[in-house]
């Protein structure tokens, strides 16, 4: 397989697949496919796995597309203003923020896994389910915003505001510690608590929390009942 990563915040990945290769997707994420793109759709590891995934934030069933008469290219796009990572999966598996998947090689295998300890799923931005890929191939994750990188060294700490951390290898340790002082709590716009990630291995940061985007789109969007005493005026 191979691919190409186009665009600045609305990226597009196009994989040109040979024949008998297949890729998995999200539902909903095909922009554009060839001509001899066949394309169907399965409750991929049956009903538990589909339900699986839905409970991370992901569609019940998953997309498979494969060429027929030789190659062919299909193209996905997230559904937020971002940037599209690709991750190869071999030795280390990758933990990711949930609804974050956007496609993969056949061969890549999707599962939950839950964060360690109650306080990590009440304040960790993520709440109590990842995602964790394993398998051989490349998976694509859609991170919002722009992308950090950080190979972490064994025993380097990094700490991230809650809601950016996209996904790290799974031989990071992965932690929620309170802010410290009163000050900070109350006037740094942080919040209550930070994550924080201890190497060694990769980091994937992204630059926009989803949720606080909504929040900030609150106060603009229109308020039903004015639009409805205005009309009845």
Known sequence: MKYEITG?????????????EVMQAEAGALVCMSGNMSMDTEMTGGIMGGLKRAITGESLFLTKFSPTK???????????????YPYTVSK???????????????????TVTTTKGI?????GGEGFLLQK??????????????????????GEVLKVETGLVAGFEETVTYN?????????ILFSGQGLFMT????????????????????????HLPRPELSSSSSGT
Do not use: W, Y
Request: positive net charge; aromatic residues 4%; proline residues 4%.
């Open 70 to 84: 030789g190659a062919g290219t299909v193209s996905f796009a997230g559904n937020v203003p971002g940037k599209i």
């Open 176 to 184: 929620i510690e309170r802010v410290r002082g009163v000050k900070s």
């Open 119 to 123: 306080t990590k799923g009440l304040f």
């Open 92 to 110: 280390k598996d990758f933990i990711a923020q949930k609804d974050s998947f956007l496609c993969a090689e056949a061969r890549i295998t999707m």
């Open 133 to 154: 890929v394993s398998g051989q191939g490349t998976v694509f994750l859609h991170c919002c915003g722009d992308i950090i990188q950080k190979n972490l060294m064994p």
């Open 196 to 219: 924080t990630l201890t190497g060694p291995g990769l980091v994937v940061i992204q630059s926009l929390d989803i949720a606080k985007l909504a929040q900030a789109l609150i106060p």
């Open 8 to 20: 600045d915040n609305l990226q597009i990945v196009t994989c040109e697949l040979a024949s008998g």
